[in-house]
C-alpha cells in the first residue's frame, strides 16, 4: 500500500504536482514504508513475518544502505559547474 501511494506521488509530479509538496509526502510515506518492511522480514512466521530474524533483516538493511551511497558517491556529476554558467 505504502509503495503504491509512493508510485501515485511520483506520478502526480511527472505530471506537475507542486515539487516541494510531492517531495515531503513521499518522505513522510517512506517511514510507515520501512517499518512495514522490517516487519514483514523480521517477524517470525507465527506472526505473519518471514523469519529472518531483527539481524538478519538489519544486516541486509544496512548493506542496501551502504551500496546505494557508495553508487551514488562515485558516479560522474550530472552537471558540471564552469565559470559563470553550468553544463549539462
Do not use: K
Not at 517511514?31 to 518471514?50: F, I, K, T, V
Not at 538478519?56 to 546505494?68: E, G, K, M, Q, R
Not at 558516479?75 to 553544463?87: I, K, L, M, N, T
Amino acid at each position: 500500500m505504502f509503495s503504491a501511494v509512493i508510485a501515485a506521488l511520483v506520478v502526480a509530479w511527472y505530471v506537475g504536482a507542486n515539487p516541494v509538496l510531492t517531495f515531503w509526502l513521499a518522505y513522510i510515506v517512506t517511514r510507515p514504508l520501512g517499518a512495514s518492511l522490517g516487519d514483514l522480514l523480521s517477524q517470525s512466521r507465527e506472526y505473519g513475518g518471514l523469519g529472518f530474524g531483527t539481524v538478519s533483516t538489519s544486516a541486509v538493511f544496512l548493506s542496501v544502505i551502504v551500496v546505494l551511497v557508495a553508487w551514488i558517491s562515485w558516479r560522474p556529476p550530472a552537471v558540471e559547474q564552469h565559470g559563470d554558467g553550468y553544463r549539462v
